[in-house]
């Protein structure tokens, strides 16, 4: 069971939006850590896509962006495009664990 | 271009050791904290340990801590994971990850491509 919750699985037509969801807890997210989401795609390492609500390394397109309200976190994509199929990880900080947490991620088929 | 490289990684029997090596190159290595960060076949990230930039604070998480040690050597600008005891659920592609800066400062900006550790019972 993972600290951070997210789907298992969202999907979307292409050149639709999609958003995906995180929802942790008053130790974490609630606590004001931040969230950061990150793009798995098959077979390859994690790659950072959002730091924070909106900061996206060079490279990231501005399709991607991120949001926070209370103890959740989500991440949206607009505009998707084949590429985008992937899984992705939602990360903060828990202060009651004194521990990095992810979600259990969530697999984007783009349809 | 900034790169960080796994190597160690292999099969092991369960109760066994073994380190791993993460070898960074194009950044000041020695002004970074660095992680471990695992994946399981077929399951999600799981963090595993920190080492803060002059290897004079750790930390890990609660399935590890006891049995894995984190170190690095500033000038070989190399981060190590020693791991003992080793289980089958510590079964996993192992990352060693980068911190980020700033306010970014508690995510993992650069990844390295990971290291299998098969651990048979």
């Known amino acids: 069971q993972s600290v951070l919750t997210q789907p298992s699985s969202v999907s979307g037509a292409l050149g639709q939006r999609v958003t995906i969801s995180c929802t942790g807890s008053?130790?974490?997210?609630?606590?004001?850590?931040?969230v950061h989401w990150y793009q798995q795609l098959p077979g390859t390492a994690p790659k950072l896509l959002i730091s924070?609500?909106?900061n996206r390394p060079s490279g990231v397109p501005d399709r991607f962006s991120g949001s926070k309200s209370g103890t959740s976190a989500s991440l949206a994509i607009t505009g998707l495009q084949a590429e985008d199929e992937a899984d992705y990880y939602c990360?903060?900080?828990?202060?009651?664990?004194?521990?990095?947490?992810f979600g259990g991620g969530t697999e984007l088929t783009v349809l | 271009e900034v790169q960080l490289v796994e190597s160690g990684g292999g099969l092991v029997q369960s109760g066994g050791s073994l380190r791993l090596s993460c070898a960074a190159s194009?950044?000041?290595?020695?002004?970074?904290?660095m992680h471990w960060v695992r994946q399981a076949p077929g399951k999600g990230l799981a963090w595993v340990s920190r080492?803060?930039?002059?290897?004079?604070?750790?930390g890990y998480a609660d399935s590890v801590k006891g049995r894995f040690t984190i170190s690095r050597d500033n000038a070989k600008n190399t981060l190590y994971l020693q791991m003992n005891s080793l289980r089958a659920e510590d079964t996993a592609v192992y990352y060693c990850?980068?911190?980020?800066?700033?306010?970014?400062?508690?995510?993992?900006?650069?990844w390295g491509q990971g290291t299998m550790v098969p651990v048979s019972s």
């Open positions: 990850a980068r911190a980020g800066e700033g306010v970014a400062a508690y995510s993992f900006d650069i």
């Open positions: 080492i803060n930039s002059d290897g004079s604070g750790t």
């Open positions: 924070g609500k909106t």
């Open positions: 008053s130790s974490n997210i609630g606590a004001g850590f931040d």
């Open positions: 194009g950044f000041t290595f020695s002004t970074y904290w």
């Open positions: 990360q903060s900080y828990d202060s009651s664990l004194s521990a990095w947490v």
